[in-house]
C-alpha cells in the first residue's frame, strides 16, 4: 500500500500548488488589463473562445473517467484517450485552464496559465510514472516508449470493444470539472473588483 498513499499525496501536492498558481493569477488579474477593452471585438471574441474551450475541457475529463475511473492502481489503462496521450485528464485541465484565464480578455494570459497548468502537472507526472513503474514493471515502460506524455497522438488509437463504467465515479469528476465554469464567472467578479481599485494597471496584455 506504499505506493497508493504515495499517488494519493502527490495528488494533494498538485492542488497546493495549483491553488498557489491561481493565487499569483489573481494577483496579475489585479494589476494588469487586457489591450483590448469590453466589448471589443477581439475582447468577445478571446473569451466566447475560452467558454468553448472550458466545454471541451469538462466534458473530455469526463470522457477520460470512463476509461480510468477507480482503475489507476489495479491495471495499467492503456486504451480509448489512453492509447493517444499517458495524461489525457491533465491535457483537457489545461485546456480549461487556457479558456478559464481567456475570460480575462488576454490571449497571452491564457497561454501562459495553460502552460503553467502543464509545467505543474508535469512535475505531478514524474513522480505518479515511478510509481507506476513500480506498480506495473515491463508494461508501463513498453506503454511509456509507444505513447507521447501529454501531446496527444491521434495514429495511435486503440479503443476497447467494452468498458466497464464507474457512474458514480464518472459523475463525480464531470461535477469537479465543472468548476471551471464557476472560476470562469469568479473572473468577471474579480475584474469588478479590480476596476474599483484607484490604482491603475501595471501591466497591459494581448
Known sequence: MPISFDLVRQQWQRKLI?????????GVIMGSRPISSEGN???EAVERSGVFLILIGILGRTWCSMYISGRKLVSLVTLGPYSIS???LYVFSSIAAFGVAAQFGSIVF?????????????LVVTH????????FP??????????PRFLPDPWLWRDAETLLVRPDRVQRTFWD?????????????????RDTLPVGPFLHLY
Open 86 to 88: 499517458r495524461n489525457p
Open 138 to 147: 515491463g508494461e508501463f515502460q513498453a506503454y511509456q516508449a509507444r505513447v
Open 177 to 193: 470539472a465543472t468548476l471551471f465554469l464557476v472560476a470562469a464567472g469568479a473572473m468577471k467578479g474579480v475584474e469588478a473588483v
Open 18 to 26: 495549483i491553488v498557489a498558481a491561481v493565487a499569483i493569477g489573481l
Open 110 to 122: 491564457a497561454a501562459i496559465c495553460a502552460a503553467a497548468c502543464l509545467a505543474i502537472f508535469r
Open 41 to 43: 471585438f477581439l475582447h
Open 128 to 135: 505518479e510514472e515511478d510509481a507506476l513503474t513500480q506498480l
